[in-house]
T-cell receptor, first 118, second 112 residues
């Protein structure tokens, strides 16, 4: 089975520029997650979708970050404008999900997008 | 607030040594627990998970973990490590909500 696809793999931008990341989850997976992983830290959940609805975005800096999953399949995460502290690996993951939305099934991760803001 | 602590940031072992990586979480209710591994240049993969039942969980590649509710712990073990186990290991906890919290990770280096 095909895994979670993310693009681009690497991105370098200047601060105050905008950037977008794309994720295509495993076919049939209802739940999609975006995590931010800063060097030396564990992944931090930014936003979680169940189909095309947002389940949790409590840690998403909404003044600059946005995400959408319009058709309940692939998703984009945008940063505008970027700050130096946004330099990180952005991970997308998907899981089959459940009626309650709990992550009680295995989450499959993509390779991530490494963002460097200079 | 829910949190996950991994005690060691870096561990260096020789091949055939035994491994135990500590993980403690802060949440008093029902939890789902996970260990993920990230090999160099690869994406995060699930090693094992605990939802309920037997607190001793066996995963892939000879890894196991024990859930001790009274200690809020979910330590990862392997009796004899191999060079190929060199990777970063993450403990993760889902505590009744929708959000899964990851620990900071432990980098394991196994000397051949």
């Amino acid at each position: 089975e095909a895994g979670v696809a993310q693009s681009p793999r690497y991105k370098i931008i200047e601060k105050r520029q905008s950037v977008a990341f794309w994720c295509n989850p495993i076919s049939g997976h209802a739940t999609l997650y975006w995590y931010q992983q800063i060097l030396g830290q564990g992944p931090k959940l930014l936003i979680q979708f169940q189909n095309n609805g947002v389940v949790d975005d409590s840690q998403l800096p909404k003044d600059r970050f946005s995400a959408e999953r319009l058709k309940g399949v692939d998703s984009t995460l945008k940063i505008q404008p970027a700050k130096l502290e946004d330099s990180a690996v952005y991970l997308c993951a998907s899981s089959q999900g459940s009626r309650t939305g709990r992550m009680n099934t295995e989450a499959f991760f993509g390779q991530g997008t490494r963002l460097t803001v200079v | 607030a829910q949190s996950v602590s991994q005690h060691n940031h870096h561990v260096i072992l020789s091949e055939a040594a035994s491994l135990e990586l500590g993980c403690n979480y802060s949440y008093g209710g029902t939890v789902n627990l996970f260990w993920y591994v990230q090999y160099p240049g690869q994406h995060l993969q699930l090693l094992l998970k605990y939802f309920s039942g037997d607190p001793l969980v066996k995963g892939i590649k000879g890894f196991e973990a024990e859930f001790i509710k009274s200690k809020f712990s979910f330590n990862l073990r392997k009796p004899s490590v191999q060079w190929s186990d060199t990777a970063e290991y993450f403990c993760a906890v889902n505590a009744g909500g929708f959000k899964t919290i990851f620990g900071a990770g432990t980098r394991l280096f196994v000397k051949a």
